[in-house]
């Protein structure tokens, strides 16, 4: 698969979006569930990938899930320590986590700042590959992820890969620290894109006017340096998942 198999949805406004994309994520992981026994998710942050959690909370087909069977991992980390309020594992957990059965020794957080590796982001992001690739079995670096979200950045990001940035051209690790972000806090752990184009589907999430232009730039396929968006897609399925706001300077609009 490579980026021009994607697939366009739009929705009416940002709360149906986040309604309709909960029960699709439901689906999907009651699917996988179903078809292998267990399900592997990869968690995105922002106001986006919140929405879609607290959706998730909301819906009562949420008892359909075996949450016992379930592997969470997460996309990328602002790396702060474990209980600041900023870091994308607390605010899954007050949105979606904390309310269903999931087993702790699934919930895959990043290292946090404050963790066995202190202040060092390559050693927390070394021992995050470390744990992906134990969980994907003998001579493989990553488990197969049914579904890996992620929300598209006004300025293109996804996870903690920003435009131009070293991060973007990083080819061989699936993990890597993140120095000199753009955006706050500037030292953050992410996937690489090399780790996002293993998952079996990519759903990328966007709603609202101010993300129009970068949805619009990164449909256009100018190149992951250029817009990292656009460079993010799944073994078997992408999924741009939008409201009318953030479709409206593309075709589909």
Avoid at 54 to 82: I, K, T
Avoid at 107 to 132: I, K
Avoid at 198 to 207: K, P
């Amino acid at each position: 698969m490579t980026a021009v198999d994607r697939q366009l949805v739009v929705h009416h406004d940002k709360e149906l979006m986040a309604r309709a994309t909960a029960a699709r994520l439901i689906t999907r992981i009651v699917d996988a569930q179903a078809a292998r026994g267990t399900a592997s998710v990869v968690l995105t942050g922002g106001r986006n990938g919140n929405a879609l959690l607290a959706a998730v909370a909301a819906s009562p087909a949420r008892d359909a899930v075996d949450w016992a069977r379930l592997d969470l991992w997460w996309g990328d980390e602002r790396f702060v320590p474990a209980a600041d309020p900023d870091r994308n594992a607390v605010q899954a957990r007050a949105e979606l986590l904390a309310q269903v059965p999931l087993d702790p020794a699934r919930v895959h957080e990043m290292p946090a700042s404050d963790g066995p590796d202190g202040a060092d982001p390559d050693a927390a992001a070394a021992r995050y590959a470390e744990e992906l690739a134990a969980a994907a079995g003998p001579g493989q670096r990553l488990p197969a992820f049914d579904v890996l979200l992620l929300g598209v950045g006004p300025d293109t990001h996804v996870a903690s890969l920003f435009p131009d940035h070293p991060g973007v051209r990083e080819a061989e690790r699936t993990v890597i620290g993140v120095r000199e972000a753009p955006k706050p806090p500037p030292t953050r752990i992410s996937l690489t894109l090399p780790a996002i184009r293993a998952a079996r589907e990519v759903w990328l999430l966007a709603a609202g006017e101010d993300k129009a232009d970068a949805v619009a730039l990164a449909l256009t396929d100018p190149g992951e340096q250029l817009a990292p968006a656009s460079g993010a897609y799944g073994t078997e399925r992408t999924l741009w998942l939008l409201d009318r706001t953030a479709a409206a300077k593309t075709r589909a609009a």
